[in-house]
């Protein structure tokens, strides 16, 4: 995953909290367009659908399509301009690509069209924002069927190459400077084409050439450049991503007929320890840290009770339960427990004078955690993550830097403790390795793009490595379960609590929304996710 990924990830698990009144919802739009809070403009839209530049609109993801679209919740894989794909061996990919697809001007799509776009990232490397060439040498077309030949054993690597955005080959190889393209006319295969486009609201309009047209229930849809906690509830929108203060009072108070949520967790918000640095380096002063906390407390501080404390597997439950190493005690949950806290930091060196906590010098222990100014929920957390430590006679301040001072602070690994979020990737191994891998943890001033602790462990590497290269469910699980032994043995990270997915939904015009008892899709809206949803929602007295 590439920085822009993580960071983005971030982001989006961290959005600020803020009081509101309701007024009530107003009637949404009867022509059968939807009204979705997805994209943001600052304050107004820049017209960009460059499918791979950092800045496109959100829309641009429901207008192209990758190979297959991957559930990030449960890791299934969907096929879209894809019917699938198989392995011969660990550095081969085999995909078999769809036939009878049509892009929106009615030419022809085929295994060229494939070929083309990942050739298009070979030669423009700042287009490449998933790193497939980092882990691809070689394409090759064969009829429908194109191969990928790896650089090394990594079956991981199918799921970087299927979510990969694919845009035709006639369009694009007149395209002087694909870098800098804004692609203001988008020619697509997916569920919709560019509508109507303004600085203040731009709309997509039903693709007649989609090539399953016939699942697609919103003729339109509209997506404005503001989208506050007030303009969705007031306004009558159909779905949106957004937190949303006392949510049953709020949105499903506006209208308890058809309003809905769903907050699955979307990824481990966590203190990074920085590892590079004393006391942080020793295993017994995280271990300290981590039983010093109450996890539930931040978790309801944070996030109004939405989600739940996270367990120091690394895993995101209940999305991952199958993955769980149940050899851990107590499922790796960690319950609050002030003696054995300081007993770990007595053999950091650290121990009880009167009410602070000294070092052997009689020392008071001080150290500041760093997190980015506007994240109102993550410094609830970090506020109460301080009120629980000074308990114990730690003396802890809070650095909020902006967010682009607080992104180079990570990257750089200029911190004590950080808050960061991992995990939610759909992919065990991609998960762990961005917290893990040690081919990440370069000195301190260097910036990188994951293992912002900077967490070294040669044998760890080692399990990356062989499960990297296994595609045996069977050694998967085991190796799996030696990661989540590792994390929360070694603490790596403290993770405090699972970063919500802040999913909005009406039923009044569309039905089969996701849900906690029909996950078959997050509520996220942005990347290819949306097409699951889109592709499965009916029209409501359908």
């Known amino acids: 995953m590439t920085v822009f990924a993580v960071l983005s990830v971030a982001a989006v698990l961290a959005t600020s ?15 059968g367009s939807m009204l979705v809070g997805a994209d943001n403009g600052s304050p107004t839209f820049e017209k960009n659908f460059n499918p791979y530049a950092p800045n496109k609109r959100i829309g641009t993801t429901y207008m192209y399509e990758p190979l297959e679209v991957v559930n990030t919740l449960d890791g299934k894989e969907t096929p879209f301009l894809a019917t699938g794909h198989t392995a011969p061996d660990a550095k081969t990919v085999v995909f078999d690509i769809r036939t009878g697809v049509k892009w929106s001007d009615g030419k022809p799509f085929s295994a060229s069209d494939v070929a083309f776009t990942f050739q298009l990232l070979k030669n423009h490397k700042e287009l490449d924002l998933k790193g497939v060439w980092q882990r691809v040498d070689s394409v090759a077309v064969d009829g429908q069927k194109v191969t990928f030949t790896l650089k090394t054993d990594d079956v991981p690597a199918a799921r970087v190459i299927e979510q990969t955005l694919i845009v035709p080959e006639h369009v694009w190889k007149s395209v002087k400077d694909p870098v800098k393209e804004t692609n203001g006319k988008p020619v697509v295969t997916g569920p919709y084409v560019l509508g109507s486009f303004s600085p203040n609201q731009y709309t997509l309009a039903k693709n007649k050439n989609y090539w399953q047209a016939d699942k697609v229930a919103a003729d339109k849809l509209v997506l404005p450049a503001t989208n506050t906690q007030l303009d969705v509830v007031n306004n009558g929108y159909d779905w949106a991503y957004s937190f949303m203060t006392e949510v049953d009072k709020t949105w499903v108070g506006a209208n308890k007929q058809h309003n809905s949520y769903w907050f699955p967790p979307g990824g481990n918000v966590s203190l990074y320890p920085n590892l590079t640095k004393a006391p942080f380096s020793d295993v017994n002063f995280r271990q300290g840290l981590s039983w010093a906390l109450d996890r539930s407390k931040i978790a309801d ?9 996270a367990g120091q597997s690394g895993l995101l439950l209940p999305n991952q339960k199958t993955a769980l190493n149940t050899a851990l005690p107590d499922g ?14 007595a053999k950091a060196g650290f121990t009880k004078k009167g009410d602070t906590l000294v070092d052997a010098s009689g020392k008071q222990l001080s150290f500041s955690i760093t997190t980015a100014n506007g994240y109102t929920d993550w410094l609830q957390g ?18 909020q830097p902006q967010p682009a001072a607080y992104n180079q602070a990570l990257q750089g690994g200029n911190y004590d403790l950080a808050m960061g979020s ?5 992919s065990i191994y991609d998960d762990f390795n961005n917290l893990l891998n040690s081919q990440f943890a370069v000195p301190v001033g260097t910036p990188t793009t994951s293992n912002f602790e900077r967490f070294n462990d040669p044998k760890v590497d080692q399990i990356l490595a062989t499960l990297k290269a296994t595609s045996d469910p069977a050694e998967q ?35 089969g929304w996701p849900s906690e008892k029909n996950p078959y899709a997050s509520p996220m809206t942005w990347d290819s996710n949306p097409l699951l949803i889109l592709t499965h929602l009916t029209k409501a007295g359908a």
């Open 17 to 31: 909290a803020c009081s509101m009144s309701v007024k009530g919802g107003s009637t949404p739009a009867a022509d």
């Open 477 to 511: 699980k085991k190796l799996g379960d030696q990661l989540q032994s590792v994390v929360y043995d070694q603490v790596p990270a403290i993770a405090l609590f699972y970063g919500g997915l802040w999913g909005l939904f009406s039923d009044k015009q569309f039905t």
């Open 382 to 399: 970090v506020k109460t993550v301080q009120g629980q430590l000074k308990a114990i006679g730690i003396d802890v301040k809070i650095n």
């Open 332 to 345: 790796g949950a960690i319950t609050q427990n002030v003696q054995k806290a300081l007993d770990y930091f």
């Open 301 to 309: 501080n944070a996030e109004q009770g939405y989600v739940d404390a």
């Open 422 to 426: 991992f995990g939610g990737t759909g």
